[in-house]
């Protein structure tokens, strides 16, 4: 099963940046699908950013704020980052790892992904 386990998230203010890790490790499957999610109370988790098939994804509400990319896998490890620049108040959420993309659903639908991190908090203060 692959584990995944999120750091970088904390407490900034509007406009600044932050970087975002995941780690997924124990996997071995060729897609190297990854994606990072958004969670507030409340509400469903939100899709943000994906990558698969060496393409790269973003909802409307972070494009050309936030960029992902991964790194070459070794030893079935791959690591997922989420560069976050100009931050806004509405940013704030748990912030969850997703990798393993089931089938062919759409990579912005939590139920089309097969293992999760436990996530990483990010607050922007206004």
């Known amino acids: 099963q692959v584990q995944i386990e999120e750091t970088g998230g904390g407490t900034v203010q509007a406009g600044e940046s932050l970087r975002l890790s995941c780690t997924a490790s124990?996997?071995?499957?060729?897609?190297?699908?990854m994606a990072w999610f958004r969670q507030v109370p409340g509400k469903e988790r939100e899709g943000v950013a994906s990558?698969?098939?060496?393409?790269?994804?973003?909802?409307q509400s972070v494009m050309g704020r936030f960029a992902v990319s991964r790194n070459n896998p070794a030893n079935g490890v791959y690591v997922l980052y989420l560069d976050m620049r100009n931050v806004q108040p509405e940013d704030t959420a748990v912030y969850y790892c997703?990798?393993?993309?089931?089938?062919?659903?759409?990579?912005?639908?939590?139920?089309?992904?097969?293992?999760w991190g436990q996530g990483t908090q990010v607050t922007v203060s206004s």
């Open positions: 990558i698969y098939t060496g393409i790269t994804y973003y909802s």
């Open positions: 997703a990798a393993v993309l089931i089938g062919t659903g759409s990579w912005d639908s939590a139920n089309h992904w097969c293992s």
């Open positions: 124990r996997y071995t499957y060729t897609s190297g699908s």
